[in-house]
């Protein structure tokens, strides 16, 4: 089965944080197609635009940041892109408060429950709202 990754996941491969080595064993593992929705590259560029903006980063690593993202994106995954139906089920996620979603999150859920993919994050909540919505989620563990 295929799987999306969302934004937690795909700045694991740009920025060294703590769920770094687990993404990366993850996705050296996983033998099926892999697929990066273009709102979860957005989030990406903004990620990447908060640092520079926050003097974490300047301008010029910021935009090598995302040409090292583009180039891995096209050779290591398919798109994804999101459709207006995509919107109104992340909204109707968004309205089952037991599930505490917020708009980004309840979009990636979405796109994973129009598809029928697999959703790998690293974002509990969003873990734990996908599989109550029946989604296939994978959360990479961290290293023994």
Do not use: K
């Not at 709102?39 to 560029?45: D, G, Q």
């Not at 995509?86 to 408060?97: E, Q, S």
């Amino acid at each position: 089965m295929d799987c999306y990754l969302d934004a937690s996941v795909l700045l694991t491969q740009l920025i060294q944080e703590p769920g770094t080595a687990a993404v990366d064993r993850f996705l050296t593992g996983w033998t099926d197609g892999l697929l990066v929705g273009s709102f979860a590259a957005a989030e990406v560029s903004s990620a990447v635009s908060r640092l520079v903006r926050m003097g974490e980063r300047d301008a010029v690593s910021g935009l090598a940041m995302l040409a090292d993202f583009d180039t891995w994106r096209v050779g290591s995954a398919s798109s994804v892109d999101v459709e207006a139906a995509d919107i109104r089920l992340a909204d109707a996620y968004i309205r089952r408060f037991d599930l505490m979603l917020r708009a980004p999150d309840a979009l990636h859920a979405a796109i994973c429950s129009r598809l029928g993919l697999t959703l790998v994050t690293l974002d509990r909540r969003l873990a734990n709202a996908a599989q109550a919505l029946g989604i296939a989620v994978v959360v990479p563990p961290p290293p023994p």
